[in-house]
């Protein structure tokens, strides 16, 4: 993930709050997901754009989950209302030059109070 | 079920010793299948992948087995090192929604001793 970046690293939120993340993908490229990860699970995926097109949302968990990409590079993961359950880390990832790769950025952290 | 499913989930090995971490996935149209080593606190890093058009991968220590008609695939570290020591997760992409996405595995916590 050299080049991807994840802001903030850290969020501690209290329930009931709404908290935006934010993805800088790697500069040029197309494709950006986000996935969620509990502690000690592995990464889960949430959604996926295609420059600003959210081409699959399958995986975000409600209706309180919701992300965007305006201008098909920098992404936003919104989420309202917060739960306790909501508590892991978020990360992006970008491609890489061969079809299936996957390399994230660093992560936001989000603790729900 | 899960569509990936790893094992073992903890895993401790004496340093140079081998170690070897299995996944079983579901669909049967995957075709790529990487692993990635997370150290603590970091972000999942690709380590090695094998597509399905070989049965085996090999970069220094680290080899990856696939066997598409039992639907498995597994990690080797040989002569491991405690640097080796991290979670690792294998993937593999499952039809989610309209596309097929990378779906992780549960991890395997490999400790290495000195």
């Known amino acids: 993930g050299a080049g991807v970046s994840q802001s903030p690293r850290y969020k501690v939120a209290k329930r009931g709050q709404d908290v935006a993340l934010r993805c800088d993908p790697i500069?040029?490229?197309?494709?950006l997901f986000w996935y969620q990860q509990a502690l000690g699970q592995g990464p889960e995926f949430l959604t996926y754009?295609?420059?600003?097109?959210?081409?699959?949302k399958s995986g975000l968990p409600s209706d309180r989950f919701f992300a965007e990409r305006p201008e098909g590079s920098v992404s936003t993961l919104k989420i309202q209302r917060t739960q306790q359950e909501d508590s892991a880390v978020y990360l992006c990832?970008?491609?890489?030059?061969?079809?299936?790769?996957?390399?994230f950025g660093e992560g936001s952290r989000l603790t729900v109070l | 079920g899960e569509n990936v499913e790893q094992h073992p989930s903890t895993l401790s090995v004496q340093e140079g010793d081998s170690a070897v971490i299995k996944c079983t996935y579901s669909?049967?149209?995957?075709?790529?299948f990487p692993w990635y080593k997370q150290e603590l606190g970091k972000r999942p890093q690709l380590i090695i992948d094998?597509?399905?058009?070989?049965g085996e991968k090999k970069d220094q220590r680290i080899a990856v087995t696939l066997n598409k008609t039992a639907k498995h695939f597994s990690l080797h570290i040989t002569e491991t090192q405690p640097e080796d020591s991290a979670v690792y997760f294998c993937?593999?992409?499952?039809?989610?929604?309209?596309?097929?996405?990378?779906?992780f595995g549960s991890g395997t916590q490999l400790t290495v001793l000195p």
């Open positions: 990832a970008n491609t890489g030059p061969n079809t299936g790769e996957l390399f």
């Open positions: 500069s040029g490229h197309v494709s």
């Open positions: 094998i597509r399905s058009n070989v």
């Open positions: 993937a593999a992409p499952i039809s989610s929604g309209s596309a097929r996405q990378l779906t």
């Open positions: 669909d049967s149209a995957s075709n790529y």
């Open positions: 754009f295609q420059n600003e097109a959210q081409l699959d």
